[in-house]
């Protein structure tokens, strides 16, 4: 685009990374000048950052606001007697960050042009940080469509296409653009278009962003994660870095099941599968122990106990199975990973008491209510034989 000084800079000059300037007004803690070289928040993009530098004090901008009558940068209320109206400053841009805010932002046209191209989806709704990118889409996408995508998005980033900027007037837009334009209309007196590449069919919407002026400047764009039809990415060498903690992962994973691929994928749905039967089947022993629990208890100290060693059961398979219980027992089991469980259906007797003793007598972590109560046996010998003489001695 041409330079034109009734343009922001951030849109005619979108890498200068700084700018003289004149303060024009002063209100309260804000000020404005005759330079729009800071982006104000506005389409999914935060405002930039940045400072003001006179008489070599640097003031930060804490607040970039649009308003009617221009845009207002705040600073800290404590620094604003430190300019005045018609002082000339020196206007300096966190360039790190909006540079990376213009490739991430330049990559969501990319991704919404594709994934309109090739498969007809919308982009309801875009927003995008340093290096990341979130997209809301018209439908949920299969992993398969998602992959093709990506890999679409990254060849052309490879190959490599100028993004260009194009202000038209209203006229010239509904009769060269309004129709071939993806995402919304504009109804503006002036109308900013942002075309990727020059080919037939290539990508051109209305947006009053900032932009790199190259595809080529983004270094790959990577799937973090996708739920139907809200997806995530991660852009550069945040992708590339996760991307390789993801493959080690899996390298991991594959050594561990001699399996690769699909095969893996394979194996573990079944021995998830595997796994459920079994559960269900422990579930189901559990529930048959636990209705005739009075086979199974002995009296201690008057009381009805039963001390159960089950090392295949967990907390949910016990809570479902303790509905089968009677009433007038205390069952304690020394369950899954060493956790030592105690069932009261008793109401003379607490579960968290007599988990409490354990406690106290040990030193070890755990907790509960008069029902049911729990505590860590990892570092104990023989923990239900202490239960044994606990319970003895009250
Ligand atoms: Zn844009």
Not at 162 to 179: L, Q
Not at 289 to 296: G, M, R
Request: glycine share 6%; aromatic share 6%; proline share 1%.
């Amino acid at each position: 685009m041409e330079q034109n000084d009734s343009y922001p800079i951030y849109w005619s000059a979108p890498y200068q990374k700084e700018a003289i300037a004149r303060i024009t007004e002063i209100k309260k803690d804000e000020i404005k000048v005759n330079q729009t070289l800071f982006y104000p928040s506005g389409g999914g993009q935060l405002a930039d950052k940045g400072i003001i530098v006179y008489q070599q004090q640097e003031i930060e901008i804490v607040e970039i606001e649009k308003k009617e009558d221009g845009n207002w940068l705040k600073v800290r209320s404590d620094k604003i007697s430190l300019l005045a109206e018609g002082e000339e400053v020196l206007l300096k841009l966190d360039w790190d960050r909006r540079y990376s805010f213009m490739k991430s932002h330049t990559a969501q046209h990319l991704v919404s042009h594709v994934l309109e191209h090739l498969f007809d989806v919308e982009t309801l709704k875009a927003n995008f940080e340093e290096d990341k990118i979130d997209i809301e889409i018209s439908r949920k996408m299969s992993q398969e469509e998602i992959l093709e995508v990506l890999k679409k998005v990254n060849r052309l980033i490879d190959e490599g296409a100028e993004v260009k900027s194009i202000m038209v007037n209203k006229d010239a837009y509904k009769n060269k653009y309004r129709d071939v334009a993806r995402g919304k209309i504009s109804d503006e007196e002036v109308v900013r278009l942002i075309q990727l590449g020059d080919g037939e069919g290539f990508d051109i919407t209305c947006c009053g962003g900032v932009h790199i002026t190259n595809l080529s400047e983004i270094k790959g764009v990577f799937l973090d994660t996708f739920k139907g039809d809200s997806l995530k990415f991660l852009l550069d060498a945040e992708g590339i870095d996760t991307a390789n903690n993801q493959r080690a992962l899996m390298l991991n994973l594959e050594e561990l099941t001699e399996k690769r691929g699909n095969k893996l994928v394979d194996m573990l749905t079944n021995k998830m599968n595997e796994n459920q039967v079994l559960q269900e089947g422990n579930l189901n022993l559990l529930k048959m122990l636990f209705s005739k629990i009075s086979n199974w208890s002995q009296k201690i100290n008057g009381m009805n106990i039963a001390l159960l060693h089950l090392p295949e059961i967990d907390r949910q398979a016990l809570q479902s199975a303790a509905r089968e219980l009677e009433k007038g027992f205390l069952i304690v089991v020394l369950g899954r990973n060493d956790i030592l469980y105690f069932i009261s259906t008793d109401e003379t007797i607490m579960a968290n008491d007599i988990n409490a003793k354990i406690i106290e007598r040990t030193s070890a972590k755990g907790g509960g209510n008069k029902g049911f109560a729990q505590v860590n046996v990892k570092n104990i010998e023989e923990p239900l034989a202490l239960v044994q003489e606990v319970l003895s001695a009250i």
